[in-house]
Every structure is written in structure tokens, then in C-alpha cells.
């Protein structure tokens, strides 16, 4: 089947996420070591088919790149010489580690669980494609509606027109 791949690239570790199928949801799949992060999606790809890969890039808050900008890079070219023929997409991983961290404590994670970095690099990398997958469907991420522009039957603050 058809996946996108979310990655979230680390010195050390590497989450991993997938889409389904049709593209709309991320899933994280697993935290790998960075060294062996290319085997992991040379035999991932055997059984899946992926149509582009989804990288994390890391971009300080004056919208410069940050100083992991050099590790990335060079993981981007390893990526790239492995699957020359599937597209590289680079996504603001901005906040995704403090997000990752409010949902694992929002999931009801243990603080044993919270504190396993692994949990947090995919749920990292599942956010991030989920990020993709949203402006690429245009959804902001509730089925396709935008929050600032609901319609009125489905509003809560529904208001009455002045006549």
C-alpha cells in the first residue's frame, strides 16, 4: 500500500510515523537509532510502497535554521542517495517535541512512559506528517473545515442577525 513517512532525525534517535493508505491520518511506527535509520526504511519500503518522505527540519523561532540544521542535512543526502527516486519534503518541526510531550500526558501516559524519549521522537515524527498530510488535503485538521470559518448550524456561538 501507499504511505508517506514522517521522520523526525536525531543524533541518537530517529522517529519514525506512516500514513494510511488514502493519506489523511499519521501514525507514529517506531523510534530507531540514527546509524541504522536507512536499513530501517530500505526494508520498510519492501513491504510498503512510500510516496515521499517527510522530514522534520529544524528552524529556530527567527525562522533561521537551527544549529541541528548540519546533522539533518546530511541525513537528507544519505536519504536521498538511497531513494533517489521518491520526493523529500521539509516540514517546520517546530514545538513538535513539546506537543508530543502534552499528548502522551494528555494520552495518560505514566511519567515512566513520559520520560522514555523514544515515545516522544515518534509521536514527534507523527506530527509532523500529520502537519504535511493537513496542508496538503487543505484541512486544518477537523474534517476539512476551517476553525475560523464555521458555518452557523454547526457554531456554538451561534448569533442572531439584527433585522
Do not use: C, W
Request: charged content about 30%; aromatic content about 8%.
Amino acid at each position: 500500500m501507499d504511505r508517506y513517512i514522517g521522520i523526525d532525525y536525531g543524533r541518537k534517535r530517529t522517529g519514525v510515523a506512516a500514513s494510511d493508505p488514502l493519506g489523511i491520518f499519521a501514525s507514529a511506527l517506531d523510534t530507531i537509532d540514527s546509524t541504522k535509520i536507512i536499513d530501517y526504511l530500505k526494508n520498510y519500503a519492501t513491504s510498503e510502497r512510500i510516496l515521499a518522505f517527510v522530514v522534520g527540519y529544524p528552524i529556530n523561532m527567527d525562522g533561521q535554521p537551527s544549529e541541528a540544521q548540519a546533522y539533518v542535512d546530511v541525513f537528507l543526502k544519505q536519504l536521498q542517495k538511497a531513494f533517489p527516486d521518491t520526493p523529500v519534503h521539509l516540514e517546520d518541526e517546530r514545538f513538535t517535541s513539546v506537543l508530543a510531550q502534552r499528548a502522551l500526558i494528555d494520552g495518560g501516559a505514566k511519567k515512566s512512559e513520559r520520560r522514555e524519549k523514544g515515545s516522544v521522537d515518534k509521536i514527534s515524527a507523527a506530527l509532523i506528517l500529520q502537519s504535511y498530510l493537513d496542508r496538503q488535503s487543505g484541512s486544518s485538521g477537523v474534517a476539512g473545515m476551517d476553525p475560523l470559518n464555521v458555518p452557523d448550524s454547526l457554531s456554538r456561538n451561534k448569533t442572531r442577525r439584527r433585522k
